[in-house]
């Protein structure tokens, strides 16, 4: 079992920046690789960025490829999404995923543990 909890979310103005954490426990951190996926209001759950075992091996969705970059520290067990020109369309709420496996990682179904969420919100 694994427990993530996102924080770092909150209300930016358009061009600002946000950066998003997800903290884990349980099993070993680093036996998993990591997603974050967003949820707007009335849209399906979107993948957004994932980042296998290590701290190699990233994935982006084309909407926010050189704008947001995901990370990890496997000794704190954290993953993290640094989120820069942030846009009123980037408005959802983020989540965390983990996944045992190493290949999938852009769809949501493919995770096995998920955090609660945290809100972002950006203004025009």
């Known amino acids: 079992q694994v427990q993530l909890v996102e924080s770092g979310g909150g209300l930016v103005q358009a061009g600002g920046s946000l950066r998003l954490s997800c903290a884990a426990s349980?099993?070993?951190?680093?036996?998993?690789?990591m997603g974050w996926f967003r949820q707007a209001p009335g849209k399906e759950r979107e993948f957004v960025a994932a980042?296998?075992?290590?701290?190699?091996?990233?994935e982006y969705a084309d909407s926010v490829k050189g704008r947001f970059t995901i990370s990890r520290d496997n000794t704190k067990n954290t993953v993290y999404l640094q989120m820069n020109s942030l846009k009123p369309e980037d408005t959802a709420v983020y989540y965390c995923?983990?996944?045992?496996?190493?290949?999938?990682?852009?769809?949501?179904?493919?995770?096995?543990?998920w955090g609660q969420g945290t809100q972002v919100t950006v203004s025009s």
């Open positions: 995923a983990a996944r045992y496996g190493i290949v999938g990682l852009t769809t949501s179904a493919n995770y096995d543990y």
């Open positions: 980042i296998g075992r290590s701290d190699t091996g990233t």
């Open positions: 349980g099993r070993t951190f680093s036996a998993y690789a």
